[in-house]
């Protein structure tokens, strides 16, 4: 039995608490950056939980459109509350990629990817044509109240902050966790020799499908967070490929070596393209796109090698 | 009647401009194993080159006809120019890499592209509507059709012929063949697989400006087309097979005749049926309908 609590799970509580405290210092738009981030870190967990089987998904946008229009739907038609509608996001991501879990688990290589994208551009089609839902306009998604308490509007973006600083610190120690556990440690096998798992008596297609449900799970948070914070819920932004494009950018941005890392990755991410956005409108996707290229260029294991690096050197 | 008349005519010119954009995606996947997302950034150059030099050639006054060639030598400019940037410049340092990772990089390219094409031509949409209204059009089933879009099916055709007889029966196309097998016993035996892949990529480009070329005249040529056609690329390559030239075939007719079937009689499902298709297909042969027979290599 190793130990419950090690290095990693300290790095990642302090660093959340002290993000914690430094964020009541920040601008409040600085905050609402980082929501955004954490959101799009969640699913790029997602990923990276994946990713150490080898496996990686263009279309990881569906379980966050589901999410979003989960937490949208039963806003309007159950209960207004943050944490019930961050619950629905996340069954409805857990339920879709429990159900298509058993036809992607069969998956290998670029016919996981592209069975994942079909499926989300199935979803984008569904979504865009939908009056009920909204077309391509979306719903709109009011201020969530908290366990019935309504805020005004600063003071909701400042809980909605801390909550998801809060859920992404519990995501990633969790996703830690199983990663270090038997199950969790048979991604790597499945990526290196399936076969040889197989023998063992292991079953790879169950390791996989485990896998894409707390993928699918941690997307429909990150949906349902997405669709509190802007307050918008639209397939295009939502649901499009280029969104699944951006869940693969960041995991791959902040590195798949450290749970960590996607977090790092989702903030570096919001900040590059909020940045770009604000200084340079007409070539954002230039300065992403050439951002994304150097890191494969030069950084192939993410932000999360200079870490590495760094560490390696103070044992030297 | 008349409704299967319209679905047919329509699907297939639907069909044959996604054939020409799926028929280079999916030689380069054949040839190099890369999923090339930048493909849909040169079918956008193509567009929007050919409308600029349309626009060029009939501000000059030149003779009617050469509209035509201008559509030929915007797909040959695009495809060779970035054709080489993209595969000598990126492609050439991935090859040895994941293939997750080659993807990735390609669709960073394809950002870094779209937005170049901003910067060259702006936001306003360009028109080149001339070669289209120079051929006019022929009634079938009682409704018009233009002349333009009919042509395109016989040029589809044409293509498909062409590179089928280019990879069957010439010597170039056995040394394709060989690379597609085997890389590095190719390499042994003496084929320059660098020039090889160089010269696919390039062919494969120019497929793909070339279909933004040719459509160019039928449509307004605006931001954001490239992002479109690449996935629905993407859908006929899967349907027919990765690496397959008579799947890309299969599969853009597939999807031509199905989108145009859904347009005229059930318009709420025409955004996802393609994909739908495409889940069908991977689910049920994720090698595609004709897929290419691979050797099994242990």
Not at chain 1, 18 to 46: C, H, K
Not at chain 1, 158 to 165: D, E, N, R, V, W
Not at chain 2, 225 to 237: C, N
Request: proline share 2%; with cysteine.
């Amino acid at each position: 039995m190793t130990r419950l609590i090690d290095r990693t799970v300290i790095g990642l509580t302090a660093a959340a608490v002290l993000f914690g405290l430094l964020a009541l210092l920040l601008p409040d738009w600085v905050r609402f950056i980082a929501t955004q981030s954490f959101a799009r870190g969640a699913v790029a967990l997602g990923l990276l939980v994946l990713w150490r089987t080898g496996l990686v998904s263009f279309g990881h946008a569906l379980f966050f459109a589901i999410g979003a229009y989960a937490a949208a739907f039963v806003q309007r038609a159950l209960v207004n509350d943050a944490f019930v509608m961050t619950l629905a996001g996340m069954l409805g991501g857990g339920l879709m990629a429990f159900a298509l879990g058993f036809l992607l688990c069969r998956y290998r290589g670029i016919f996981f990817a592209l069975l994942n994208m079909a499926f989300s551009m199935v979803l984008w089609g569904l979504l865009a044509k939908n009056e009920a839902l909204g077309s391509t306009d979306g719903m709109g998604v009011a201020s969530p109240e908290f366990f019935g308490v309504e805020l005004d509007g600063g003071a909701t973006h400042l809980a909605l902050f801390y909550f998801a600083l809060s859920s992404a610190l519990v995501f990633a120690i969790g996703v830690h966790l199983y990663l270090r556990s038997t199950l969790g440690s048979m991604s790597t096998a499945v990526r290196e020799n399936e076969i040889r798992l197989e023998y063992l008596g292991y079953s790879a297609a169950r390791a996989v499908h485990v896998k894409y449900v707390i993928s699918g799970v941690l997307g429909g948070f990150g949906g349902a967070l997405m669709a509190m914070v802007v307050g918008q819920v639209d397939p295009d932004s939502m649901a499009y490929w280029t969104i699944s494009g951006e869940f693969v950018f960041i995991a791959i941005l902040g590195g798949t070596g450290n749970v960590g890392a996607t977090f790092i990755g989702a903030l570096a991410f919001e900040a590059i393209r909020s940045a770009a956005f604000q200084w340079a409108p007409t070539v954002w996707q230039l300065i992403m796109g050439g951002t994304l290229l150097a890191i494969i260029m030069f950084l192939p294991n993410g932000l999360w090698s200079m870490v590495a690096r760094l560490r390696e050197r103070r044992a030297s | 009647m008349q409704l299967a008349a319209v679905v047919l005519v329509d699907g297939l010119v639907y069909a044959s401009y996604l054939f020409m954009v799926g028929v280079g995606l999916t030689v380069i996947f054949g040839v190099q194993r890369v999923l090339n997302v930048t493909h849909g950034a040169f079918f956008a150059f193509g567009a929007y080159m050919s409308a600029t030099l349309i626009g060029l050639w009939y501000g000059a006054d030149l003779p009617a006809f050469g509209g035509f060639l201008m559509i030929l030598a915007a797909a040959v400019i695009v495809g060779v120019v970035l054709g080489v940037i993209i595969e000598r410049g990126l492609l050439k340092f991935l090859y040895d890499r994941d293939e997750h990772i080659v993807v990735l990089a390609t669709f960073a390219a394809f950002l870094v592209l779209e937005d170049v094409i901003l910067l060259v031509w702006g936001h306003d949409p360009y028109y080149a509507f001339q070669p289209m209204q120079l051929l006019g059009s022929t009634r079938i089933a009682g409704l018009a059709f233009d002349n333009f879009n009919l042509s395109m099916i016989g040029i589809s055709a044409a293509l498909a012929t062409g590179l089928w007889y280019a990879l069957r029966r010439t010597t170039w196309g056995k040394m394709l063949r060989a690379v597609i097998f085997d890389r590095e016993i190719s390499r042994a035996m003496g084929i320059n697989v660098t020039a090889v892949f160089l010269g696919t990529f390039i062919i494969g480009s120019m497929l793909a400006a070339l279909g933004g070329a040719y459509l160019a005249p039928t449509i307004s040529v605006q931001p954001g087309i490239g992002v479109e056609v690449i996935v629905l690329a993407f859908a006929v390559v899967v349907i027919g097979g990765m690496g397959s030239i008579p799947g890309a075939l299969i599969g853009a007719i597939v999807v031509g005749i199905s989108r145009a079937a859904a347009i005229h009689m059930l318009p709420q499902i025409e955004l996802f049926v393609i994909y739908g298709i495409m889940a069908a297909v991977l689910i049920w042969r994720p090698e595609g309908l004709f897929a290419p027979v691979t050797a099994r290599k242990i």
